[in-house]
Nanobody, 123 residues
Framework: QVQLVESGGGLVQAGGSLRLSCAAS????????MGWFRQAPGKEREFVAA????????DYKDSVKGRFTISLDNAKNTVYLQMNSLKPEDTAVYYC????????????????WGQGTQVTVSS
């Protein structure tokens, strides 16, 4: 089993920045890719970004490209999501996820999930 714990959410004004963290523990050697997803009220959980523990592959939702950056620290077993130029439409609960295979944008292909952290962007 793998446990994921997110932190770093909060309230920020439009144009501001936040950095989310996700600490992984347990059988982390079995994990290849990490992803960030988000879910706004009344909407489906959607892909935001993904990265790999092995190599430099990353993938982003089009609307966050150039504003969000995913990074992975192997020594700390922690994945980060740096979010800049935040917009009110970025408001959601953000979830960290882990997968025992290559990067994916598909929610159901991830094996482990964190509890989520709220990000609220005011206009």
């Amino acid at each position: 089993q793998v446990q994921l714990v997110e932190s770093g959410g909060g309230l920020v004004q439009a144009g501001g920045s936040l950095r989310l963290s996700c600490a992984a523990s347990g059988r982390t050697f079995s994990i290849y890719a990490m992803g960030w997803f988000r879910q706004a009220p009344g909407k489906e959980r959607e892909f935001v970004a993904a990265g790999s523990w092995r190599g430099s592959n990353t993938d982003y939702k089009d609307s966050v490209k150039g504003r969000f950056t995913i990074s992975l620290d192997n020594a700390k077993n922690t994945v980060y999501l740096q979010m800049n130029s935040l917009k009110p439409e970025d408001t959601a609960v953000y979830y960290c996820a882990a997968r025992r295979a290559f990067l994916s944008r598909i929610r159901d292909e991830y094996d482990y999930w964190g509890q989520g952290t709220q990000v609220t962007v005011s206009s």
